[in-house]
């Protein structure tokens, strides 16, 4: 994903989200690569690294994701998976045929993150995995 083996750090001078990313960094005295990003015009890397939200901060060391920022995005993912889910029962016509299409997207992002992984974590039975478990039934 990237480069460096150290903390790189993809994110937008503004964004307080980001800043966080840093101030905490900075407090612990991390030092990191920093990326900034053009979010009117979103690398690939972004997209990859991000492709539920498609927003930043992202973290990442030894070229992998932290799994950490990405665990709670994911558990929310799957939250509105259950809300699409939810509306596929209740609406009919174009409404039905639309939230059968974004179901349809969310479940290929889903089954892109997992891959041929157990477990969303791996061999590991975790966070992600008993959040999205209840909305498969």
């Known amino acids: 994903m990237t480069s460096s083996n150290g903390p790189v750090l993809l994110d937008f ?16 005295g991390i030092e990191n690569e920093y990326k900034e990003e053009d979010l ?26 932290i799994c950490e920022l990405r665990l709670a995005f994911w558990a929310d993912f799957s939250s509105k998976t259950y809300e699409c889910g939810t509306r596929l029962w ?9 939230a059968k299409t974004e179901m349809i997207q969310m479940l290929k992002l889903f ?8 477990y969303f974590g791996g061999d590991t039975f975790g966070f ?5 478990v209840p909305f498969t039934s």
């Open 40 to 65: 009117f015009n979103k690398s690939e890397l972004l997209l990859k690294s991000n492709p539920l939200h498609k927003k930043v901060p992202v973290l990442f060391h030894d070229g992998k994701i």
């Open 13 to 28: 001078w503004v964004s307080p989200f980001g800043q966080r990313v840093r101030i905490t960094m900075a407090e612990k």
């Open 128 to 132: 992600v995995d008993v959040a999205f």
């Open 90 to 98: 209740k609406l009919k016509g174009e409404k039905h045929e639309a």
């Open 111 to 118: 089954e892109a993150e997992l891959g041929d992984k157990k």
